[in-house]
């Protein structure tokens, strides 16, 4: 009991601050500014109106789905390969891997500048495509990471029966060793998703107008003349929930697609 007391406190502290911007982005404006705060009022939806009404949330919020959705399915179809090739056939030798990770470790404010130059020269500033070959840059090696643990935790010996009973060395990648791999795919779905809908540097730098980006949306409303609480609030109540619908739907393979990989990896 005392456990599920210490950890049931633990949630509810963690959860406060969602719990305070729900509760700002419902409370109405004549009210965001009393001291001592008023916690009994009725609610209302003028804040949420006003974040698409006077400001282009709903294209921010479409950039963010193209550019999350389409880094993450790439990030997905060029790990895999790349991972299965150093699992199986050590490709690059022992250190390859941690090389490739050692990428993931850099201070991403460290790439702020090249990458904007390099932008600059392709004419891909404020552009969907800019985005997506940065967050690349960065998410395709935590993924061949994972990855490769986990297909080195596979036992070779399922392949080679298929590959014994007529199977090429790619149908026996792609028949048996990709669905055997699935939880640590979702689960580097989700770490994906997460980076690239959540990332705020670069699409602060490398985009203006056309292509930003919901993170970006919501510090708009930090003004040189005052801070707008409650579209604040707003826009950060419906900035969580397509992170929080993607992680309920496959919360179960996360947890198991991480453990039956990353730990078990050798520096």
Same mark, same amino acid.
């Given at each position: 009991?005392?456990?599920?007391?210490?950890?049931?406190?633990?949630?509810?502290?963690?959860?406060? +601050?969602?719990?305070?911007? #729900?509760?700002?982005?419902?409370? +109405?404006?004549? =009210?965001?500014? %009393?001291?001592? /705060?008023?916690?009994?009022?009725?609610?209302?939806?003028?804040?949420?109106?006003?974040?698409? @009404?006077?400001? /282009?949330?709903?294209?921010?919020?479409?950039?963010?789905?193209? *550019? @999350?959705?389409?880094?993450?399915?790439?990030?997905?179809?060029? !790990? #895999? +390969?790349?991972?299965?090739?150093?699992?199986?056939?050590?490709?690059?030798?022992?250190?390859?891997?941690?090389?490739?990770?050692?990428?993931?470790?850099?201070?991403?404010?460290?790439?702020?500048?090249?990458?904007?130059?390099?932008?600059?020269?392709?004419?891909?500033?404020?552009?969907?495509?800019?985005?997506? =070959? *940065?967050?690349?840059?960065? !998410?395709?090696?935590?993924?061949?990471?994972?990855?490769? !643990?986990?297909?080195?935790?596979? +036992?070779?010996?399922?392949?080679?029966?298929?590959?014994?009973?007529?199977?090429?060395?790619?149908?026996?990648? *792609?028949?048996?060793?990709?669905?055997?791999?699935? /939880?640590?795919?979702?689960?580097? &779905?989700?770490?994906?998703?997460? #980076?690239?809908?959540?990332?705020?540097?670069?699409?602060?730098?490398?985009?203006?107008?056309?292509?930003?980006?919901?993170? %970006?949306?919501?510090?708009?409303?930090?003004?040189?003349?005052?801070?707008?609480?409650? &579209?604040?609030?707003?826009?950060?109540?419906?900035?969580?929930?397509?992170?929080?619908?993607?992680?309920?739907?496959?919360?179960?393979?996360?947890?198991?697609?991480?453990?039956?990989?990353?730990?078990?990896?050798?520096?």
């Amino acid at each position: 009991m005392l456990t599920y007391l210490i950890l049931l406190l633990a949630s509810i502290v963690a959860l406060i +601050p969602i719990i305070w911007i #729900f509760h700002l982005s419902i409370k +109405p404006e004549s =009210l965001l500014y %009393v001291l001592p /705060p008023v916690l009994r009022f009725k609610p209302t939806a003028e804040h949420y109106l006003e974040v698409f @009404t006077y400001y /282009p949330f709903g294209k921010y919020i479409l950039n963010s789905i193209i *550019v @999350t959705t389409i880094s993450t399915l790439v990030t997905l179809a060029v !790990s #895999f +390969p790349a991972a299965y090739s150093m699992g199986r056939f050590k490709t690059g030798g022992d250190n390859f891997s941690f090389w490739v990770l050692s990428i993931r470790m850099l201070p991403p404010i460290v790439f702020a500048v090249p990458m904007f130059i390099l932008m600059q020269s392709y004419g891909l500033l404020d552009t969907w495509w800019a985005l997506i =070959l *940065v967050y690349l840059t960065f !998410s395709i090696p935590l993924a061949v990471w994972i990855l490769k !643990s986990f297909i080195e935790d596979l +036992p070779v010996e399922c392949e080679e029966a298929a590959m014994l009973d007529g199977c090429s060395r790619l149908k026996a990648m *792609v028949a048996i060793t990709f669905p055997l791999v699935a /939880p640590a795919l979702i689960a580097v &779905a989700i770490l994906n998703f997460i #980076f690239s809908w959540n990332e705020f540097l670069f699409a602060l730098i490398l985009t203006f107008t056309e292509a930003r980006t919901v993170q %970006v949306g919501v510090a708009e409303f930090v003004t040189g003349y005052a801070i707008i609480w409650g &579209a604040i609030a707003a826009a950060g109540c419906i900035a969580v929930i397509p992170t929080l619908v993607f992680i309920m739907l496959a919360r179960r393979y996360l947890v198991r697609g991480l453990t039956m990989g990353t730990v078990k990896e050798e520096i």
